[in-house]
């Protein structure tokens, strides 16, 4: 219990959650797995993009297999009618990692989709496959970037200002029938093209020209040489990352009220996600996938190059949060003086309950169990937000989270992108809505599987749980109405900024 921060590659449970005291964080917030799960990802992201399709046009149509096999099966011959090239599919295993039994697809008869249907644990996603990416010399690249979040409720989300460029190792070709198992030319996986012979190793950081991983930085200087416009694409990238989180923010809020009924903000974790896009021809990103425990391995000058500064900023970002929330932690036994008792006062604006007499919360709502008919959760007053806002800000501030664009130099640091750190209400009007959608979409999925008509795993999938067996003295969620505070969120849909 001697530690502040707690920084672990394995998913945190339940319980270690419930058990932070004032002065702790974890690197991990529960109910994370609902975005770096390939297909709870794909059933958020469709769910969102049904809802709001422009919003999301950055996630590709996607089907979890072989719940989804009739639909995508449709689809695929939808794309053979097509008389000059047939579109084309990539199928992944929805537990699979490094590039491991992937395969492009104009079909939905093949033999591992079918052996899918006799399997117990057996999940494929498909996805419609980008047929003309960006390419830099000739080859097929994707991008590595770093998102950290530090609160859930309210959403908070920073996109990391330099990441990796990952290339094949084979010039790239439009996926045809002939050569949809040229794997090296197809798939961008760094485990994956690591072990061909033509990989080679960045010997410079800030060359943008020369190795398989690359720095992203230098290859936007490269990009922007080359007429591109670099500017215009880290915005998109900063409404893929807010948009990605956006979609699963009521699970996220759910998960950790749960763990921490007491607590006013969700802010008792953060974490460091890693952001997989592909960009197009026309600059268009594609979110690929997500990963909650990213490699921090710097076993090369570019991984040390861009990994080094991304821990020591994210850090930075998160000890203060730590160190104020600890300064107004409550004194137990409900007694000392009257400074003490006006310091417990004002804590609320950093944290929840505390171990004080009954007196001390009697105006609360009081936290139900899962199973009952609505969650109650604490409020939270409007000068508790705005004191919370205030150190939010400041923080921000001092650590370069504000810089906006990329100049000579700027390559470290994280930029703010929800809310936005721009002025611009018509884009917090829009990620308002998107959040609203989001509550929205999810009461209806939990009233469909309350009442037992799901009707798609689409739906199971959005309320997979990441519980482990160490959690056993903790209520695991059920598929109960989500509910906003009622101080705030119900005007509003239950997102807020």
């Known amino acids: 219990r001697g530690y502040n921060i707690y920084w672990t590659d394995r998913s945190v449970t339940r319980t270690r959650v419930q058990r ?39 996630a590709p149509p996607s089907w979890i297999l072989p719940d989804h096999y009739t639909e995508f099966l449709l689809a695929c011959k939808e ?103 040229h794997v090296f030319m197809h798939l961008t996986n760094h485990s994956l093209n690591k072990a061909h012979a033509a990989y080679e190793d960045s010997p410079d950081a800030q060359d943008a020209t020369l190795g398989s991983k690359r720095r992203l930085a230098p290859v936007l200087d490269l990009l922007a040489q080359r007429g591109h416009d670099t500017d215009k694409l880290w915005a998109r990238l900063e409404d893929l990352a807010a948009k990605t989180m956006i979609a699963a923010q009521p699970i996220l809020t759910y998960n950790h009220r749960l763990c921490r009924p ?38 090369a000058p570019v991984d040390a190059s861009v990994k080094l500064p991304l821990v020591r900023d994210a850090l930075e970002l998160v000890a203060p949060l730590v160190a104020a929330r600890a300064a107004h932690q409550p004194r137990a036994g409900g007694g000392g003086d009257a400074a003490a008792s006006e310091e417990d ?8 309950g505390g171990e004080g007499g009954e007196d001390d919360d009697a105006d609360r709502p009081r936290y139900m169990p899962p199973g009952a008919e609505q969650f109650r959760w604490v409020a939270r007053t409007e000068e508790e937000e705005a004191a919370w806002a205030a150190l939010q800000d400041s923080n921000d501030a001092r650590c370069g989270a504000d810089v906006r664009g990329r100049g000579a130099g700027d390559t470290t640091g994280f930029s703010r992108c929800l809310p936005p750190a721009r002025e611009d209400a018509g884009a917090h009007a829009a990620y308002r809505d998107l ?39 903790l209520p695991l969620p059920t598929r109960a109405t989500l509910l906003p505070r009622a101080a705030k969120e119900g005007a509003n849909g239950g997102g807020k900024e």
């Not at 990539?90 to 699979?96: D, L, T, Y």
């Open 20 to 58: 932070l005291e004032a002065h702790q964080m974890l690197n991990h917030f529960p109910g994370m797995v609902s975005l770096f799960s390939k297909a709870q990802l794909a059933a958020n992201l469709e769910a969102m993009r049904k809802a709001r399709p422009e919003a999301y046009a950055f």
């Open 79 to 181: 794309a053979a009618k097509q008389s000059d090239n047939p579109a084309m599919f990539i199928v992944k295993p929805a537990h699979g990692c490094q590039g491991k039994r992937i395969f492009l697809t104009r079909t939905a008869d093949e033999a591992v989709v079918r052996d899918a249907f006799w399997s117990l644990t057996e999940v494929l996603v498909a996805q419609s496959y980008i047929q003309r990416p960006l390419l830099i010399d000739g080859l097929k690249f994707d991008l590595r970037l770093f998102v950290l979040v530090t609160c859930v409720d309210p959403l908070r989300v920073y996109l990391y200002r330099d990441g990796l460029v990952r290339f094949c190792t084979e010039a790239y070709e439009e996926a045809t029938v002939a050569n949809k198992d």
């Open 262 to 299: 007491d607590d006013k903000f969700g802010d008792r974790c953060f974490e460091v996600l890693g952001l997989d896009v592909l960009i197009d021809a026309h600059l268009n990103p594609w979110l690929l996938e997500l990963n909650h425990s990213p490699s921090l391995h710097t076993d």
């Open 345 to 352: 006062a004002q804590r609320g604006a950093l944290q929840g």
């Open 435 to 473: 959040l609203e959608a989001a509550w929205k979409e999810h009461r209806v999925v939990a009233a469909r599987c309350e009442a037992g008509d799901s009707g798609s795993d689409f739906d199971d999938a959005i309320w997979d749980s990441d519980a482990s067996e160490n959690d056993l003295d």
